[in-house]
């Protein structure tokens, strides 16, 4: 297992963590399954919005002894009513739920403090100028959570959380599908059919400036849906027309700007071993560039997409991080200090770039490369 940063928040997150919807089935009889897997693979992330009080209770038992092992992501507004999990912004309810989830798991902190699902800019408004931000901020002041988070699929909610400098972790859905669609308030739109009824073009800029906004301030991405609920594994119910696999999937997500950990949703233990191979996956399994340019109804064409098929170059230039760390320049203007850290640390530089051209000749997205790495040269100096 890797492990990343979690932006600035000194945190090192496994690059595959868990998401809780395998403790929610099967009433959470999975939860020590899970949990152990979780443990003896390395996954150290997991996401808990849940707001069962069986299921919490469980993972309060699979967790006893090896708390510190987990860094938990545990979500603020989730409530228990008439037997199942609801959204609220009632302070009273908001911090209710959240002593109950504390007793349950039987531990007096939670390491990201995730306020649920904000889906419209009103929304954000209630949050940041209500109680509910509020109490967030007095529960990290006493060191029950450690760090502020947010989790959102509308990526104009979401910016506008990042840009607060309140929140330091993003948790939002990030696939191919999703990131070609305008921002919106309904999630359920992002699958409507009729949206990929036209041939769709480019990934849409606000959600690429999201990526490379909390890139540059330092906020973490926890990737939710990069399956899109499963649907982009089956060719019938992918809105692309086309199934990719779990590994592409997961090495989409992970190569966008800013992200640390992809969610494994997790219905059994299966799909969790399934989505841990990732870490032992070759290069050759990971790529999703071809797939993507077979997709019938949608085109990256010119756009590069971090997906490393043009590798290898002869003079041993990672075109597709020297591409986003170029791409995260230009969308500041300048170079930022940790972008130009992270340039200095690949071991061939642009400058490099002999013009060749093989990698222009495997890009399935028709990338100027050549090009591309002489004005990285000339915007890194090297
Ligand atoms: S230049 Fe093309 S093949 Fe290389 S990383 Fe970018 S999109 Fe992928
Ligand atoms: S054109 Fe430059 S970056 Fe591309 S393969 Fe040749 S040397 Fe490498």
Redesign the pocket.
């Known amino acids: 297992m890797k492990y990343r940063e979690l932006g600035t928040t000194g945190l090192l997150v496994s690059e595959i963590g868990m998401g809780c919807e395998g403790f929610v089935d099967h009433e959470g009889a999975l939860t020590d399954e899970l949990m152990d897997l979780a443990f003896e693979a390395g996954v150290n992330y997991i996401d808990l919005y849940i707001s069962s009080p069986d299921v919490r209770s469980r993972l309060g038992k699979a967790l006893k002894g090896r708390r510190e092992a987990f860094i938990l992501q545990a979500h603020l507004c989730t409530v228990w009513r008439d037997g199942q999990y609801q959204r609220t912004r009632d302070i009273s309810q908001v911090k209710e739920s959240f002593q109950d989830l504390l007793r349950r798991l039987d531990t007096d902190y939670i390491d990201v403090g995730m306020i649920h699902y904000v889906d419209s800019l009103e929304d954000w408004n209630t949050v940041c100028q209500g109680p509910v931000l509020e109490y967030a901020r007095e529960l990290k002041r006493q060191g029950v959570i450690r760090h502020i988070g947010l989790s959102s699929h509308n990526p104009e909610a979401a910016m506008a959380a990042v840009k607060s400098g309140e929140i330091e972790v993003l948790m939002f859905s990030i696939n191919p599908c999703y990131d070609m669609q305008p921002a919106g308030e309904n999630v359920e739109d992002l699958w409507d059919e009729k949206n990929y009824a036209e041939r769709l073009v480019n990934m849409d800029p606000g959600r690429e400036a999201l990526y490379e906004t909390c890139s540059r301030l330092g906020v973490g991405i926890t990737v939710m849906k990069a399956f899109g609920g499963g649907d982009l594994l089956d060719a019938k119910l992918s809105p692309a027309g086309m199934a990719l696999t779990p590994l592409q999937c997961l090495h989409y997500a992970l190569t966008r700007p800013g992200v640390a950990t992809v969610l494994s949703g997790a219905h059994t233990a299966e799909e969790l071993k399934a989505c841990i191979r990732y870490g032992d996956a070759s290069d050759e399994e990971r790529d999703y560039g071809e797939a993507f340019a077979e997709f019938p109804k949608i085109s990256w064409e010119g756009h590069c997409m971090y997906c490393g098929h ?1 590798a290898p ?3 041993g ?1 990672d ?1 597709a991080s020297v591409m986003k760390f170029l791409n995260l320049a230009r969308a500041q203007g300048s170079v930022p200090e940790t972008v130009r850290e992270h340039y200095e640390a690949l071991p061939h530089k642009a400058g ?9 000749e495997r890009c399935p997205f028709g990338v100027a ?2 090009e591309q ?1 002489e004005q990285a040269a000339g915007i890194f100096g090297k």
């Not at 490099?352 to 222009?360: M, R, S, T």
């Open positions: 043009c170059c002869p003079v230039i075109v490099a770039c002999v013009g060749c051209k093989a990698c222009e490369v050549a790495m």
